[in-house]
């Protein structure tokens, strides 16, 4: 019951106090800042009503390590080559064997040269498991990262940009080096220090590759939601994708209402926790939500936490005031 309370109660008499001071964004920014404390490093919150346009940042156009979120702009850059009619969703795509790195579905399972998958299966594990085999291969076929930022560009977002492969972050954070030769070292270097994923490494997290503000996600992830570049199939096809993620079960749906439908995609490496994507209401309506972090030191759970107090309190704030 004291849960409920702090979850349901207090957001309801804090919105109603929003109300009558008129200085709602602000206030629920404040409320954000106040439900993460101690919980993790650094956070950066953007939020975006998708009926209304209403919107919440904090820290927004500050840059975070996007980790693994950075996956969805590869997808929406391929998603832009099958528009043009360059790759087809059913094309078959061999695996490199030098783009083998740790991975929950590729390397994980295909331990044998001579593996194949659509590139909607490329695309499919690459959100939903997060992949990192499957990313090298779609940023293989986007173009690298210089393809992705120019798309990127084209679509008028700014504050965003991407400059590495995962066998780049296998060397770069890792000290691994990718490729299928070497995945039975790099399993047997994770499992001797199983706790080298989420320890910080500050010098790392200081690079200023592989950046975004959390305001040029959330317009990345608006372009998603209104099919901008993208035919209503495809479209869906991310939409659909996201909706099945397996990775962050504890993040932005962590304290939401059971069966509350939710489209993200999540980052996690040493300090970092991410989780972005769309949570719908009751009433059928979305909101898109960005939650970065950085420099966090705290226990993994405690990250999830933090994120998931975020997504709650939004999760009130445009339920309760949805005008």
Excluded: C
Excluded at 78 to 87: A, F, M, Q, R, T
Excluded at 92 to 117: K, P, R, T, Y
Excluded at 180 to 196: V, W
Aim: proline letters at 4%; zero cysteines; a negative charge.
């Amino acid at each position: 019951m004291r849960l409920r309370i702090r979850l349901i109660l207090v957001p309801i008499a804090l919105f109603m106090n929003f109300v009558a001071l008129g200085q709602e964004a602000e206030r629920v920014s404040i409320a954000l800042k106040d439900v993460s404390e101690g919980l993790v490093g650094y956070i950066g919150v953007a939020a975006q009503d998708m009926n209304t346009g209403k919107q919440v940042f904090l820290n927004g156009d500050e840059p975070f390590p996007m980790a693994s979120t950075y996956k969805i702009a590869i997808a929406v850059t391929l998603l832009n080559k099958v528009e043009s009619g360059e790759l087809k969703l059913t094309d078959m795509i061999e695996v490199q064997d030098e783009e083998w790195v740790l991975s929950d579905i590729i390397a994980s399972n295909f331990i044998h040269q001579g593996v194949s998958l659509s590139l909607a299966n490329i695309m499919e594990v690459m959100i939903t498991h997060s992949d990192n085999t499957a990313t090298n291969v779609a940023l293989r076929l986007a173009g690298g990262p210089d393809a992705v930022n120019k798309h990127v560009e084209q679509l008028g977002i700014k504050g965003m940009h991407i400059d590495r492969t995962t066998s780049d972050y296998s060397r770069d954070f890792y000290g691994q080096e990718p490729g299928r030769e070497n995945m039975a070292e790099a399993i047997k270097n994770l499992s001797a220090n199983p706790g080298l994923a989420n320890d910080p490494q500050p010098e790392f997290e200081a690079d200023a590759k592989d950046k975004s503000t959390p305001r040029a996600m959330l317009n990345l992830l608006t372009f998603i939601y209104e099919g901008k570049g993208m035919n209503k199939e495809n479209t869906a096809f991310l939409l659909g994708v996201m909706s099945r993620t397996v990775t962050g079960a504890k993040r932005l749906r962590g304290l939401l209402p059971a069966n509350t439908p939710v489209a993200h995609k999540t980052g996690t490496l040493g300090g970092i926790s991410n989780d972005v994507g769309f949570i719908t209401l009751p009433d059928g309506h979305s909101f898109a939500i960005v939650v970065f972090t950085r420099g966090s030191d705290t226990p993994l759970a405690d990250r999830d936490r933090a994120i998931a107090e975020v997504s709650r309190t939004l999760y009130d704030y445009f339920l309760l005031m949805p005008d």
